[in-house]
């Protein structure tokens, strides 16, 4: 059988192909020699399945895409607390090679706008590293987030090098304002060899997928970024990923994305998918015309908008039977603090004198650690009122209940 999901891609892609509208970054003159008719979608899951159409091999300089990644790579070396006390996570609404900075404290904005990413760049790897050492520390980390050994474009680094006169300005006023030590030409060129790694769409889809997966690779099955790491990261997407067009491509599209001159879009949309789209024409804001029809049309299709939550909780309690001196309470799916308080509830509201309370989790995919350290407290409270608590837990979704005390309920194997 064929993968409907393949279908729907290649549909997707001879829908989209027709769009020629947009122009070729110019500004550095190695990206305007780029193939204007180059297309290619790729979609990995968390589970490690890729689906692509078009030209998936073919490589493209990662640009502002690096800027999430180079963030997560600081802030694993780093931090949280070191990093946000030099960037911050504030839109700007202004472009993204504007010098824009917090009042007070002159931090760069947020890490995807240029200023902040310069300053980012100056704190990869160990303090006082060299322009080298910074290099191949990026590359190493964007290497282990695709699975692959990835390399840096030599000609369009040295193009941009040239052109670069924005980014040195920048560069020179962070130092001068105290934002960082470091020699601010080196650190530009590093930024820039930075952007100027080579990636083609299946990679951007498979670093996606790893943030999506909680910073754990789906194929390795390496843990390149904690999971706190991770979500930092999507929050700066969702609020400054896409230039000046963030808030409405949220509202429209409601995936974490991240988009770069050379025409890519990288969509992470968590626990689900990465998503890499390349296509070299941009819209007036610089981000991809079909790539950012591509997105529209797949979160409708699909749902993917992110703040189509479903609604947890309402369904977590499957059945409840009450019995002389018995109550079983069947519990079901996956269970979050909104499903774990609707089981409290539940349990204040059965009145009954002591006896035996069996939960029956056999039909639970997984309890969140919130919803766990809720469940233990209601379980605790029941075996403290004086009734007898059993569990029946075949797959372990509740391992080591221990209610305090070395209180554990009594495991009951049959339903
Ligand atoms: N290397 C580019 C610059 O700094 C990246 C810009 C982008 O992709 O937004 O100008």
Not at 28 to 42: C, H, N, R, Y
Request: one cysteine or more.
């Amino acid at each position: 059988m064929e993968s409907p999901v393949r279908k729907y891609l290649h549909q997707l892609f001879n829908d989209t192909t027709a769009m020629d509208g947009g122009d070729l970054a110019d500004y550095i003159p190695e990206l305007a020699k780029a193939d204007p008719e180059v297309f290619s979608i790729a979609l990995t899951t968390i589970d490690g399945r890729t689906y692509s159409v078009g030209d998936d091999e073919r490589e493209f300089t990662i640009q502002s895409i690096s800027k999430p990644f180079a963030y997560a790579s600081a802030l694993t070396d780093r931090g949280l607390e070191a990093i946000s006390a030099k960037v911050g996570v504030e839109p700007t609404g202004e472009a993204f090679n504007e010098l824009s900075l917090e009042k007070g404290t002159n931090r760069p904005k947020n890490p995807m706008i240029n200023a902040g990413a310069i300053t980012i760049h100056s704190m990869l790897a160990e303090p006082d590293s060299s322009l080298e050492d910074r290099a191949n520390h990026t590359v190493e980390f964007f290497s282990r987030l695709a699975g692959r050994k990835l390399e840096m474009d030599e000609s369009v680094f040295r193009s941009e090098l040239e052109t670069a006169d924005r980014n040195f300005a920048l560069a020179h006023m962070l130092r001068n304002l105290g934002v960082f030590e470091e020699h601010a030409h080196q650190v530009v060129a590093g930024y820039v060899a930075q952007c100027a790694i080579k990636v083609n769409v299946r990679d951007l889809a498979v670093m996606g997928a790893t943030l999506a997966n909680r910073g754990m690779h789906p194929f390795t099955g390496e843990r390149v970024a904690s999971r706190d790491v991770a979500r930092q990261v999507l929050a700066v997407m969702v609020s400054a990923g896409m230039y000046d067009a963030s808030g409405t491509w949220f509202s429209d599209v409601g995936i974490p994305a991240k988009s770069g001159v050379s025409g890519g879009i990288l969509g992470v949309l968590p626990g689900q998918v990465g998503i890499g789209v390349f296509s070299p024409r941009l819209d007036p804001k610089g981000n991809s015309v079909r790539g950012v029809n591509v997105f529209n049309k797949l979160s409708q299709d699909m749902g993917l908008h992110l703040l189509n939550a479903g609604i947890f909780g309402s369904n977590t309690i499957r059945s409840v039977s009450e019995g002389d001196d018995e109550t079983v309470m069947r519990l079901q799916g996956v269970i979050q603090f909104s499903g774990a308080e609707a089981i409290l509830h539940r349990m204040a509201s059965l009145e009954c004198d002591p006896g035996t309370m069996v939960f029956d989790l056999t039909k639970v995919t997984r309890l969140d650690a919130m919803a766990r350290r809720m469940f233990l407290e209601g379980l605790r409270r029941l075996t403290a009122d004086g009734h007898r608590v059993e569990l029946i837990d075949p797959d372990e979704v509740l391992p080591d209940p221990d209610l305090g005390g070395s209180t554990y309920p009594i495991r009951r194997e049959t339903p």
